[in-house]
């Protein structure tokens, strides 16, 4: 029975999409597929409300994947997951940056890509059942609403990234602790199994560029070498 939710999978290899689909609902999803970048524009576009999660290759025919990714974060925050190979380094840094989840990179075991979908999708599971009365979080100039998921700095709107949200939530609910990249894998990203500790070095450097704002009472992302990052008060 289909019922863990319903993945996207958007590869010009036909290889890859019928494994990866095979895969997927031998675990229980609902897969759609497509091999170019028009062609998963119009189905988001039909099925926007139907879809959980989208798996989508950089290299793409038609419209490659960082335009799409692009052209979505501009509307949602539907959880998605890149696909790369190993030697377009740019290309992650890229897509992480353009606000993907989570990339994985070729080749890959399918066991990992279900692996990685199920764990995303418990992510975002859990930053939608927010308990309504979650207080608002205020350290220096920053101010985060976790139930409407707004963040100032100095009263100014900060635009984030999902996850760059999610990592700077957990940074304000522990101030002044100290974690190294595996334990913010398995606090923020909910797994850190496969995937590569840079992910979390480049959603550092790019939260801490965002929040580096303010006059006084200055919070910012520190970097605790050899050991990992804080979120603290200037002293």
Sequence with gaps: MMGKGHVLVVDD??????????????????????????????????????IDLVVL????????????LKELRSTSQLPVIMLSARSQEFDRVRGLDLGADDYIPKPFSPSEVVSRVRAVLRRSAKND????????????????????RRVTVDREICDLTAKEFDLLWFFMRHPKQVFSREQLLDQVWGFSEFIDASTVTVHIHRLRDKIARGVNKVARLATVWGVGYKLALEE
């Design 57 to 68: 290759d950089v290299m793409l025919p038609g419209l490659d994947g960082l335009t799409l």
């Design 129 to 148: 059942t927010l308990p309504a009365g979650e207080k608002v979080l205020v350290l220096g100039q920053i101010e985060l609403d976790p139930t409407e």
């Design 13 to 50: 290899e036909s290889g890859v999409r019928d494994v990866v689909r095979k895969y997927l609902e031998r675990d229980g999803f609902l897969v759609s597929v497509a091999d170019n970048g028009p062609e998963a524009s119009r189905i988001l576009e039909k099925e926007k409300d139907a």
